[in-house]
Each structure stands twice: as C-alpha cells, then as structure tokens.
C-alpha cells in the first residue's frame, strides 16, 4: 500500500505554531520520523489563509527537502497555490487535490504534466459530495478523462471516493467501498487512495474504525492511503489485511514487517 | 453476529486437567465469564479418547448448564457421542459437526431434527479439505440438500467454509471468502461459521490476523465466529465491521458497546 503521511498539517495546532514561528526543526522531526516510519509521500498543507499559503507552504516544502529525500505530497485547495511552490520542488510528488469544480482541473492537471506529478482527484463538484456512488463514479471517469487530454495516465491519478463520517450517514463508508469497486473496474490503471480519518469523526474509539475501514477499503481496491505512519495498528493493520487477501506469498512482508517492529 | 464462546475445549491443558480432575468451580466460571461477554453459545469440547469422551461431555454439560442458561454448542467428531449426550441438554442449541464423510449426515441430521438442534456443516469429505473454493461450495450444497431432506432449514445450517492457515498457503483466507460469497448467494438462509483462528496458526502476532480475517469474512457474509468473548479488542471488531459495512443504523449497536464497555 502506498502511505501518504499526513502529520505536516496545518490545520493542526503544534503544526500551525511551528509554521508561523518558523520552528523549522519541528517540522523536520516530523518528517523524518514519517520517513524512518516507512511513508512513500509527505503531505504539506499550510492550512492558512490564501494570502499568506504560498509563502507557508515553500518554507515548509524547503524544510521538509532539507530532512528527507521522500517525495511530497503538496496539499492545498488552490490551484494557483501548486502553481506557486511546484518550481521549488526537487523530485515528483503528488498534487493533493483537483475537483471537478468548474475551472479546476484546466488548472492543475497542466501543471501536474509540466512536473511529472500524480494528481488525488475528489469525486465532488460545484455541487458538493454526491451522496449516492453512481455520481461519485461519473465524476471520477470524467476527471480520469479530462486528465488523459493533458497526458496524464491512469497511474498517475489516485481517485478519492471521498469518505464522510459514520456518525451522520451509517452507509458513508459502503457508499465509498461501491464506488471504488466501480472505479476500478471502469479504470484499472488508476489507485484509489483515502484520507480515512474523516470515517470516524464524532465516533468514540476512532483507530478501531479507521483500521476496519480501511480493510474494507484495501479489499475493494483502496491501494494508498493518507494517514499518521506513526500508528503502530495501523501500520500492521495494512500488512495483515494484504496477508489474508491473499497477496503476500510464503508471509514475506508480513514476517518481514513484523521481525521490523520486534527489533525496534 | 452469532458469538459461539471457545473456551471450554478439552484440547487445551487447562481444560483438560480440570475435565480429569472433575473441577466443575473451573469449568463453571469459564461458562459463566463468556456468558457475561455475550456468547450465544457455549461451545463444549471433551477432547478426549472415544472410550472415555461421552462421559466426560456429559459431565461438562452438566456443569455448564448448572452455570449458565446459554444454549450449548456440542463439539465432537463422533455422531455417537451426540447420541448419548442429547438426551442430558435442557434446551436446543449447535451440533458441532457434521462433514460430508460416508455415513455422518445420516447420523448427524436425524438428531439434529429429533433435538431441534443447529448443525454446524464442514466443507470437508473423504477426501479431505478440498484446496479450491468450488468443491468446498459443492460439499456445502449437498450437505444442505441432505439436511432438507431431514426437514433441517437452511436457517439452522451454519456452513464452515475451513479456513486453513497462511502459513502453509497464503491464499486459504481468499478461497474461504469466495467459498462463503458463493455458499450465501446459493443458499441466503444458511450461516457462514468460522473457527478463525485457524487462520493464524504457527504466525506471530495472531490475533490481529484473526481480527483481520473476521473483517474480511463478515464482508463475505460470515454470521457467526467460534472464538474467545473474552478477547475484547476481537469483539470491538465486530461491532466497528457492522458499522462500517452500513449495517449499524445511528451508530447505535457501536455507541451501545462502547458504552458497556467503559463502564466496566
């Protein structure tokens, strides 16, 4: 599974101060930790208000450059944002996210060609998250469409079938499983990746419904997934479920993964 | 989900030494704790040689049913032993197990309809468990025809799939889930049962394989589980499956179990 870490938020309070103090060593402990934790991306979201994102976000991208060698993930809501901080950037990454909001993907999927990186595309538009799969479907074909018109391949979009939480839709999390399902078999090239979390909002005992959504999810073809790396159960969570899904041959990444924790 | 509680097995020392030893206070509070976990039955297994086996159920019945008013789930290979034990039970409950094997549905049924007992039906017959999922749903087919013919419903056949474990063949838990799809789509009454933790034997770190499994199974329409009550972290799975699978309307199975839970 392809791990997205996704501590360098800054919508989250410690994250929010280390941006605007400039505590740089912070944001690089963060980073490296994720690394060491085995994140394939580093998510970046300054989180503040537009007039001030682009600068945020290019100090955190040069810090977190500076720390580690893994990719990034450039996490924002504003096209012109990417279009701002992407020349700074050392290797590909991912684009997090287009929308198929009016206007928004003749924006970023140019910019995700010119740099060579994959785009995470929400299935929602002007009109919001469908409640129902189908439409979650349609747009997720129409923006695997209009990505292929600027050479955007399959492999290179990470569709998000956008989970809301359990709390106010009890089949928020099925609607997700249907779409992705659909997803990948209208586009097998294209990953399916979540930002899990949102599953659980208002729930008690949270990491419990986060690690049983995603091993719904990885079974229906969610193969990334936008989380903490530092959570242990988690982590093992993904491993064990690939185990009993039947893709890890003679248990090598699991023993692997495992003798990994033991010697920590 | 049915809960069949395990604990009560002659195969494990404890246990052994208490049937030896006649300890009914050990075997009573056994049944006692995972009553008051919420097992729907209590799963109780001799295990020891034929000649002494059915005496040594009849004593165990007797315990438990002293201890708790939970249906039993009588385990033995041998269709005699269920004979000479039946006649003890107060109330229906399981048949642990019937196969496919010349001569057991012809004895296994019959007491079955007579006791107005649940069979739990193996995939297996002379020749063993069958490696692929298509045989396993053909032994299924004809063990649920032959139990009609009993007047035994679909309803009160709980079909074990056999999961073997990953060690030796990293895809028993994929044949198992296809197995149990298609034992649900041909038959929709009968159970899908699983004595999971076969899952896991000889891996580190079992039992979050075996919570892993039971997601993955419950997904595949699997109803009812054999294993510890006890283990709290196993039966919190449960209930975060229904709920993330859609089956769980306002949350209120999940928020109901997390509120016993913290007030124990």
């Given at each position: ?8 938020n ?21 980073a ?11 998510d970046?979201?300054?989180?503040t ?6 600068e ?24 012109e ?25 003749e ?17 929602l ?24 018109k ?14 809301v ?9 099925k ?7 659909e ?5 097998p090239?294209?990953?399916i ?8 909002y ?63």
């Amino acid at each position: 599974m392809i791990i997205i870490g996704e501590k360098i938020n800054g919508t989250l309070k410690a994250v929010q101060e280390a941006i605007e103090t400039r505590n740089s060593s912070y944001i690089a402990e963060l980073a490296k930790r994720q690394a060491d934790a085995g994140a394939d991306y580093i998510d970046v979201n300054a989180g503040t208000p537009p007039e001030r994102e682009p600068e945020d976000l290019k100090w955190l991208v040069e810090v977190v450059q500076e720390a580690v060698d893994t990719p990034l993930c450039l996490d924002s809501p504003r096209p012109e944002t990417f279009a701002e901080v992407l020349p700074l950037l050392k290797r590909p990454g991912l684009l997090n996210s287009v929308t198929a909001e009016p206007g928004k993907p003749e924006k970023v999927f140019p910019l995700a060609a010119t740099y060579k990186f994959g785009v995470v595309a929400l299935t929602l538009d002007e009109r919001g998250i469908p409640k129902d799969a189908q439409t979650r479907v349609e747009i997720a074909s129409k923006l695997v469409e209009q990505g292929a018109k600027y050479g955007i391949r399959e492999e290179d979009i990470y569709v998000d079938p956008l989970v809301v939480t359990l709390a106010t839709n009890h089949t928020a999390a099925k609607v997700f499983v249907e779409a992705a399902r659909e997803i990948k078999r209208r586009f097998p090239g294209v990953h399916i990746i979540s930002g899990l979390s949102n599953v659980s909002y208002g729930l008690p005992y949270r990491r419990l419904i986060n690690r049983t959504f995603l091993v719904l999810g990885r079974a229906a073809g969610m193969d990334a997934a936008i989380i903490d790396p530092l959570d242990e159960e988690l982590v093992a969570t993904i491993w064990a479920t690939e185990l009993v899904l039947g893709e890890d041959p003679y248990c090598r990444n699991y023993l692997q993964y495992y003798r990994r924790r033991e010697s920590k």
